[in-house]
């Protein structure tokens, strides 16, 4: 499977849902307005194209209104007369985002990726200087399997939980967390075949043993109802390029509160401090050190750095107003009637399921030996797009998607 970046050059920068039959002029088509909560496929929010678009999972299609809203910021930082204003404030998006997973303000702050914040959750628990033990599994975003070996490396005891069958069994977990165990670390939702953790039932193990749970749910925010708070996770992180419909360069991280003051300070950035009083400019006040400060008491405080885009924030007010207006159980049910049906499908073709029937995931991977070799080029002839791997593929479907898009896949497809 090719990393969330690489996906770019190799599918192309083609943000957009597809209809099969592809309309005859795409270009001018006129958008109707956008679908009401729960009224599915929403294909009058993205742009009309003739690309059957099954690859959100990778990087989701940029809305018409998240355009728009780009478009606006972009005007006023040309100084347009016409535009002029405020943008976007930080704490009323950090706020929108804890809406949406159920966390409160002070517990979210920006980072630029998922692997930022994660690494910065390492780094406030003083690993690996201070040694200790942690669990991850092989479902995990595998672009984090390099960081828990060179971890291993270091001094860190790391336990892999295997995966079977698509899965990770809840027993598997139990047996290797342990007392002295420090961290659990998976994604909420796998990357590679959609398999979804029961985040509360591993938080209770985890806690029983004095550990602390971090999730990576970027595939979950925002197309699987998540409630942070319930689950009883410590950590978590997201970027906003997948089911948050944002773009490259901006995400979250989640540190629930009653965690933040137990964390080493590691970050010292202008955009988290709350008060600042310089005494070596003219005028200043005198004072006994260079200058006075002090750090927001929030995950903001703890975690932030400095600038952040702007322009993927505008993205994001648009976006994460967009999702709750339709709901992200709607959303998690609409894309539920398109996987079942290729959870059904696929494997009368021939093909490998390894995407576990049971999962309310938006994601499904098949195993199929050469597959970008062998379809890749009918993909490509039919404008279809889905996440190539060396031997294997995965469909992910969103909001924009129809069955319509399901039948042209799956008659392309054929049988393996």
């Known amino acids: ?32 307005a956008p679908a009401e909560a729960g009224v599915f496929p929403d294909k009058a929010a993205f742009l009309p194209t003739d690309i059957t678009y099954l690859d959100s999972g990778s990087f989701h299609p940029i809305s018409l209104g998240a355009r728009a809203a780009v478009q606006a910021y972009l005007a006023r930082r040309c100084l347009d007369p016409g535009s002029q204003g405020h943008g976007v404030e930080d704490k009323e998006l950090l706020a929108k985002f804890a809406r949406l997973v159920n966390a409160d303000q002070d517990e979210v702050a920006f980072v630029q990726s998922t692997t930022t914040g994660e690494q910065m959750v390492l780094r406030a628990l003083g690993i690996p200087q201070s040694g200790g033990h942690i669990v991850t599994d092989t479902l995990h975003f595998f672009g984090s399997f390099p960081l828990y070996e060179q971890l291993a490396r270091q001094g860190m005891e790391v336990s892999w939980v295997q995966q079977r069958d698509g ?52 595939h979950a925010a925002g197309c699987v109802p998540l409630d942070l708070h319930r689950s009883g996770v410590d950590f978590a992180a997201c970027a906003s390029y997948k089911w948050l419909m944002g773009d490259f360069g901006l995400g979250f991280l989640y540190v629930r509160k009653d965690i933040q003051p137990r964390l080493l300070r590691t970050n010292y950035g202008y955009y988290g401090i709350s008060e600042f009083k310089p005494h070596v400019y003219p005028l200043d006040p005198p004072g006994d050190s260079i200058a006075d400060y002090a750090f927001e008491n929030s995950a903001t405080g703890q975690f932030a750095l400095g600038t952040h885009g702007e322009v993927v924030m505008a993205q994001l007010d648009h976006s994460l107003d967009y999702i709750q207006r339709l709901g992200v159980a709607n959303i998690q049910s609409h894309a539920q009637t398109l996987t079942t049906r290729l959870k059904s499908e696929l494997p009368q073709l021939g093909y490998t399921l390894l995407t576990p029937p049971e999962t309310r995931t938006p994601l499904v991977t098949c195993l199929f030996p050469d597959a970008r070799k062998k379809l890749g080029p009918r993909l490509k002839e039919a404008k279809i797009h889905v996440t190539l791997g060396a031997n294997r593929f995965r469909v992910s479907v969103s909001v924009f998607n129809s069955m319509q898009d399901i039948d042209k896949l799956l008659a392309v497809l054929g049988h393996a």
Do not use: C
Request: proline share 6%; hydrophobic share 50%.
């Open 167 to 218: 899965r990770i069994p809840l027993a598997d977990l139990k047996k290797a967390i342990r007392k002295g165990t420090r961290l659990v670390a998976l994604s909420s939702v796998s990357t590679f075949n959609g398999f979804e953790h029961d985040l509360q039932a591993v938080s209770d193990i985890a806690h029983a043993n004095g550990a602390l749970l971090y999730a990576d749910v970027i």
């Open 1 to 32: 499977m090719l990393t969330r970046r690489r996906l770019l050059v190799t599918a192309g920068a083609l943000p957009l849902a597809g209809t099969w039959p592809p309309p005859a002029a795409a270009g001018t088509a006129r958008a109707a």
